[in-house]
Every structure is written in structure tokens, then in C-alpha cells.
């Protein structure tokens, strides 16, 4: 009677923490902010896929070497933070917005996905930044060469009737 009633008691212990672990996830973590606001990176292996597949996508085949998570001035007054990544020439840059999560998390979510990423080509190795104002994406103008940026928003997920846009980024990278 006790070895049953134990069996059945290990059972629905090993069925919770199965449970448990299946969560769906609602954001790939890529950076972790400690209370004193520094900002360190996570793993960011599915991110750095991803750009890749989002350049290779606009035809665009140089390396990305820096990645970092920025904040940029919104016109609510609350800064946003990106995950953006440039070529060791500055001359392509990268940007996604990552949104705070629990226990300090920056992670890359559906609503990141889903505004789509945004690159920003030119022949200047300054300025030609990602910016985001008022909710639309756009490219500063402060080439100092004279030569413009070219702007490209676009994505690399599929989302099926199955998934979000997370999950389907996840299955994916």
C-alpha cells in the first residue's frame, strides 16, 4: 500500500516538473541588466542567425562583429532598447527592439518580431544609425560623406497557424 501510494506520488511529481518545463516561451533572452543598470549579453547565437538570414535575405553579405544592446530617446520620453549589431567597417547596421522582461531579462519577443528588423546601408562610416520614432524605423541622416543610407525593414520568421512569432523564431534559430 505505501510502495503505491509512493509510486503514484513519484509519478505525478515527475508529470508536474514535465509539465512544468514544456512552458511556452514568450522571448529569447539576449541580454541580462543588473540592478545598478549595467547591461551584459546573453548567448546570442539564435539573434546572430537570425541577422544573418535577415542580410542574406536583402542581398546583403557582409559579416556583423559587434553586437550590443542600445537605448535610443522615444517621443514618449521612455527610451527603447535595441539589440543592434554593425560590420567592423560601420558601414551595415542592424537593429531589433528588445523589450525588459523579469529579473532584469532583455529578450527579443513576438512584438519585436513582428516590427520587423531594420538595416541600414551606406558607404559611411558614421552616422546612418537605426532609429525609431513614433513607432516607424528609419535610418539618421548624419552621413558625413554625403552619401545617403538605404533604409531596409523586413523580417526572416514564418509564422504558422501553430505558432507566434516567438515560437516559430525559436523552432527556426
Not at 522571448?27 to 543588473?34: G, L, N, T
Not at 537605426?130 to 554625403?146: A, L, T
Not at 531596409?152 to 514564418?158: D, F, G, L, M, V
Request: hydrophobic residues 35%; charged residues 20%; aromatic residues 6%.
Amino acid at each position: 500500500m505505501m510502495q503505491n501510494f509512493v509510486l503514484r506520488l513519484a509519478l505525478i511529481l515527475g508529470l508536474i516538473v514535465t509539465l512544468s518545463s514544456c512552458a511556452e516561451k514568450t522571448s529569447y533572452v539576449v541580454a541580462h541588466q543588473s540592478a545598478g543598470g549595467e547591461i551584459q549579453l546573453s548567448d546570442l547565437t539564435k539573434a546572430k542567425h537570425y541577422f544573418k538570414r535577415v542580410l542574406e535575405n536583402a542581398k546583403i553579405q557582409d559579416e556583423l562583429s559587434n553586437f550590443e544592446i542600445v537605448s535610443i530617446p522615444n517621443d514618449t520620453g521612455k527610451a527603447l532598447q535595441l539589440l543592434r549589431a554593425h560590420t567592423s567597417a560601420k558601414n551595415v547596421y542592424i537593429a531589433i527592439e528588445v523589450f525588459e522582461g523579469e529579473n532584469g531579462e532583455i529578450g527579443i519577443t513576438s512584438a519585436s518580431l513582428t516590427q520587423g528588423v531594420l538595416i541600414c546601408n551606406t558607404s559611411c562610416t558614421e552616422g546612418c544609425l537605426p532609429v525609431k520614432s513614433k513607432g516607424q524605423w528609419s535610418c539618421s541622416n548624419q552621413c558625413n560623406q554625403g552619401s545617403g543610407c538605404q533604409e531596409i525593414i523586413t523580417r526572416a520568421y514564418e509564422e504558422n497557424n501553430y505558432t507566434t512569432p516567438i515560437q516559430a523564431f525559436l523552432e527556426k534559430y
